[in-house]
């Protein structure tokens, strides 16, 4: 699959071991957090450099790297913000159909070392079974801050 986004190719994709960290920085959060989602554990945040239109990312609010340091009260809040965010999507997009994707470690093709899980709705496609030449091409059209507006106006 290729992506086609505008600001794609500025984005580093490589897992970065530093210091800082890129999901716990108050400035990432104010910038892409969606409010109305947010959980008592964890945050949902609109993707800056999105896979497909609508892209949203579940984000603990605790630094975690590993799915095992995950409490159990943090396992429950994922689940109610998960559907929350599917149904609100699901509403947006007009679809019940979604991929969620988790990269853990450095070798899975994750590039920001704190747990997060990618929800991603697939609104039916015009035709599948047509031959296309760029059916492999996933056009972002959206912006994450025209995605937030939309939520946030939903």
Avoid at 8 to 34: E, G, L, M
Avoid at 90 to 114: D, E, Q
Avoid at 128 to 145: E, G, T
Wanted: proline residues 5%.
């Amino acid at each position: 699959m290729r992506i086609l986004e505008q600001n794609r190719s500025a984005y580093k994709r490589t897992y970065r071991q530093k210091d800082h960290c890129d999901f716990c920085d108050a400035k990432v959060i104010q910038d892409q957090q969606i409010k109305r989602l947010e959980g008592k554990f964890w945050r949902v945040l609109a993707c800056k450099y999105p896979y497909m239109n609508g892209n949203l990312m579940l984000v603990p609010k605790r630094h975690i790297t590993q799915m095992e340091k995950v409490t159990p009260g943090e396992w429950s809040d994922l689940q109610i913000v998960l559907l929350q965010t599917q149904k609100i999507l699901g509403r947006l997009f007009k679809t019940k159909s979604f991929n969620l994707a988790m990269n853990l470690g450095p070798f899975s093709g994750g590039t920001i070392p704190h747990l997060h899980l990618m929800i991603v709705p697939r609104p039916k496609k015009i035709n599948p079974a047509a031959f296309n030449v760029f059916h492999d091409f996933h056009l972002v059209q959206m912006s994450y801050k025209e995605l937030q507006n939309k939520l946030d106006n939903l």
